[in-house]
């Protein structure tokens, strides 16, 4: 997709309060105009909720939300833009198609309504996302995965100035999530218009997201660039399992034998399991802070491949009276690890001394 000439350079504001049952929810969103914002937390958090009131379909939220220059809601002076009219392309969790149409049909639908937009590249779409041969068949017949990315490619096609996108992959077998999960990262090197993407899996945020906001319990705990908020030491502990590094660099060697790439990042290196990745790609790898172990000097005769030079930066409790929660810098990429509190007192680490980070290669890669 290449950008609309008139495409306003701000994102979507969003400050909004409402109530579903007994959860009473009140989120306040600055989002940026560009790349994929990710809407993340435990199930039951409100995250598709949330989404559901920035596109107007919770008529009973309150407050204020703007996209770009365009106000779609203004309670304080009685403006409401129906969701027709957000330009948003939605894609749900399960895929809402026409069964009466050809998956062609479900794909021209949205394209012929906002007029076949010349900067749209409904051919490349196609191709894509893998979906030349399925063309005239009809989507009653369409397995599950390729029913959602007929949905995607539509919602692309219908020249959205917004992309919501709610767990699109939780329905998914394993193979058919990992294609499709693939061929939304080669869609985000491409994609101009912003997308909000919500998930409870923490693989799919990282492999996606540029900007991150973290929900529990109906609002927003903590929002900003996704390697920043997944190291603060301020999380809530129903996210503990997914606090830890995202980082990115380029895959300079691959290991033959014995099916590893080493992946070179301002850190250091790091050997990771070989999925299909060739030398020269960029590449991101999530490292949880549960598979960080640290030392006060390097290793040897461990299984641990990886082995990194850190500088102590900060530790807080981890919600846990057992465990502690450290903060490393390494060579400018900020790491944490999840410790027990008794080896964090053996390891006498002060914040500004240097350990070692070992990580074992079988628990990265993403």
Same mark, same amino acid.
């Given at each position: 997709?290449? /950008?609309?000439?008139?495409?306003?350079?701000?994102?979507?504001? *969003?400050?909004? *309060?409402?109530?579903?049952?007994?959860?009473?929810? /009140?989120?306040?969103?600055?989002?940026?105009?560009?790349?994929?914002?990710?809407?993340?937390?435990?199930?039951?958090?409100?995250?598709?909720?949330?989404?559901?009131?920035?596109?107007?379909?919770?008529? %009973?939220?309150?407050?204020?939300?703007?996209?770009?220059?365009?106000?779609?809601?203004?309670?304080?002076?009685?403006?409401?833009?129906?969701?027709?009219?957000?330009? $948003?392309?939605?894609?749900?969790?399960?895929?809402?198609?026409?069964?009466?149409?050809?998956?062609?049909?479900?794909?021209?639908?949205?394209?012929?309504?906002?007029?076949?937009?010349?900067?749209?590249?409904?051919? !490349?779409? $196609?191709?894509?996302?893998?979906?030349?041969?399925?063309?005239?068949?009809?989507?009653?017949?369409?397995?599950?995965?390729?029913?959602?990315?007929?949905?995607?490619?539509? =919602?692309?096609?219908?020249?959205?100035?917004?992309?919501?996108? %709610? +767990?699109?992959?939780?329905?998914?077998?394993?193979?058919?999530?990992?294609?499709?999960?693939?061929?939304?990262?080669?869609?985000?090197?491409?994609?101009?218009?912003?997308? $909000?993407?919500?998930?409870?899996?923490?693989? +799919?945020?990282?492999?996606?997201?540029?900007?991150?906001?973290?929900?529990?319990?109906?609002?927003?705990?903590?929002?900003? !660039?996704?390697?920043?908020?997944?190291?603060?030491?301020?999380?809530?502990?129903?996210?503990?399992?997914?606090?830890?590094?995202?980082? /990115?660099?380029?895959?300079?060697?691959?290991?033959?034998? %014995?099916?590893? $790439?080493?992946?070179?990042?301002?850190?250091?290196?790091?050997?990771?399991?070989?999925?299909? /990745?060739?030398?020269?790609?960029?590449?991101?790898?999530?490292?949880?802070?549960?598979?960080?172990?640290?030392?006060?000097?390097?290793?040897?005769?461990?299984?641990?491949?990886?082995?990194?030079?850190?500088?102590?930066?900060?530790?807080?409790? *981890?919600?846990?009276?057992?465990?502690?929660?450290?903060?490393?810098?390494?060579?400018?990429?900020?790491?944490?690890?999840?410790?027990?509190?008794?080896?964090?007192?053996?390891?006498?680490?002060?914040?500004?001394?240097?350990?070692? =980070?070992?990580?074992?290669?079988? =628990?990265?890669?993403?």
């Amino acid at each position: 997709m290449t /950008e609309r000439p008139d495409e306003s350079p701000l994102g979507l504001d *969003a400050k909004l *309060a409402w109530r579903r049952g007994a959860l009473a929810f /009140e989120v306040d969103l600055t989002l940026p105009p560009r790349g994929i914002t990710a809407l993340f937390g435990p199930s039951g958090a409100g995250k598709t909720s949330c989404l559901r009131a920035m596109a107007g379909l919770e008529r %009973d939220a309150v407050g204020r939300v703007s996209f770009g220059q365009t106000v779609w809601q203004d309670s304080t002076h009685r403006v409401f833009v129906p969701p027709h009219k957000r330009r $948003i392309g939605y894609v749900f969790q399960e895929a809402s198609l026409f069964t009466h149409h050809s998956v062609a049909g479900n794909l021209d639908f949205g394209y012929r309504r906002a007029g076949r937009p010349a900067h749209l590249d409904r051919e !490349g779409l $196609i191709d894509r996302f893998g979906l030349r041969p399925l063309l005239e068949r009809r989507v009653d017949g369409l397995s599950g995965g390729e029913r959602q990315r007929v949905s995607m490619v539509r =919602a692309l096609l219908s020249d959205p100035a917004l992309l919501m996108f %709610d +767990e699109p992959l939780s329905a998914l077998d394993g193979p058919a999530r990992t294609d499709l999960l693939e061929c939304l990262e080669s869609l985000h090197a491409t994609l101009q218009v912003p997308m $909000i993407y919500v998930s409870h899996n923490v693989d +799919e945020v990282a492999r996606l997201a540029d900007h991150l906001v973290l929900m529990e319990a109906g609002h927003v705990v903590a929002q900003g !660039g996704l390697q920043d908020t997944l190291t603060r030491l301020d999380l809530p502990p129903a996210l503990g399992d997914a606090v830890g590094a995202v980082i /990115e660099g380029e895959v300079v060697a691959y290991d033959a034998h %014995d099916q590893l $790439i080493e992946l070179d990042f301002a850190g250091g290196r790091l050997w990771l399991p070989y999925r299909h /990745e060739r030398v020269g790609q960029r590449l991101r790898c999530r490292i949880s802070a549960r598979d960080v172990v640290l030392s006060t000097t390097p290793q040897t005769g461990t299984s641990a491949l990886n082995q990194l030079p850190c500088r102590i930066v900060a530790a807080v409790d *981890a919600g846990q009276s057992s465990q502690v929660l450290v903060q490393l810098d390494a060579g400018g990429c900020m790491l944490l690890a999840r410790i027990t509190r008794r080896s964090w007192h053996a390891l006498g680490l002060p914040p500004g001394s240097t350990a070692w =980070a070992q990580v074992k290669a079988v =628990a990265l890669g993403i």
